[in-house]
């Protein structure tokens, strides 16, 4: 079965550098997502993607992150500066449509530690 | 968004069924019932959904009430590996590339 995979598993970074959390999507959907996991707290949206933009992004989608799909493939979101507080599990996810009764898969996750 | 209510953790036996509620008395007419899950140390994984109709699937089967102001998700036999976090998510805001609101969900504990 398909599956959403990213890279990496796990990801040290010291204050205030850069981070490129990398994601690969099913190959035939045409939406994607980043969520965020903060550790023992609740998965919260970040941002939607389809057409090679935006398409919703919340209160936490500051400045400081960008997404990109550079390629076919790959589907990334950058932290330009990162914080203590961006530490948490980074989750991408993909869907063959909008559609609110289609489903999205999910990857396993990059944990994000900041030092 | 309108919003679900979950209880915070339900225990159940292996081998035997679980049915975790998940109350939505705000749920709009156009509103999607889906279920997802979080087994430890991994992503969030579709369940089930569903709209007005019972619906049934290899993983689960979601039962919703006649006024959709509530629903259930059936495991018919759990396992140890169904031990997870459940999640009842509502989705119907108009379409587009929305993204899923999560509560804190129902933890699930399986006793062996």
């Known amino acids: 079965e398909p599956e959403v995979t990213q890279t990496p598993s796990h990801q040290v970074t010291q204050m205030g550098q850069e981070v490129i959390l990398r994601c690969v999507p099913i190959?035939?959907?045409?939406?994607f997502y980043w969520y965020r996991q903060i550790l023992g707290q609740k998965v919260e949206f970040l941002v939607s993607f389809y057409n090679n933009e935006i398409s919703e992004k919340s209160e936490i989608f500051d400045d400081q992150f960008s997404v990109e799909r550079p390629d076919g493939s790959n589907f990334t979101l950058k932290i330009r500066s990162t914080k203590l507080e961006d530490s948490a599990m980074y989750f991408c996810?993909?869907?063959?449509?909008?559609?609110?009764?289609?489903?999205?898969?999910f990857g396993d996750g990059t944990r994000l530690s900041i030092l | 968004d309108a919003k679900t209510t979950q209880p915070n953790s339900m225990e159940s036996n292996e081998e035997e069924p679980v049915h975790l509620p998940c109350n939505h008395s705000?749920?709009?007419?156009?509103?999607?019932i889906h279920w997802y899950r979080q087994l430890p140390s991994q992503g969030p994984e579709y369940v089930i959904h569903?709209?007005?109709s019972n619906v049934n699937n290899r993983m689960a089967s979601l039962a919703i009430a006649e006024d959709r102001k509530s629903s259930t998700l059936i495991l018919h036999r759990a396992t140890l590996r169904d031990a997870a976090v459940y999640y009842c998510?509502?989705?119907?805001?108009?379409?587009?590339?929305?993204?899923?609101?999560f509560g804190k969900g129902t933890h699930l504990i399986i006793q062996p």
């Open positions: 705000t749920i709009s007419g156009t509103d999607y």
């Open positions: 996810a993909s869907s063959d449509s909008g559609l609110d009764n289609q489903p999205q898969h």
């Open positions: 569903g709209l007005t």
């Open positions: 998510i509502l989705r119907g805001s108009g379409g587009g590339a929305d993204g899923l609101t």
């Open positions: 190959s035939n959907h045409l939406y």
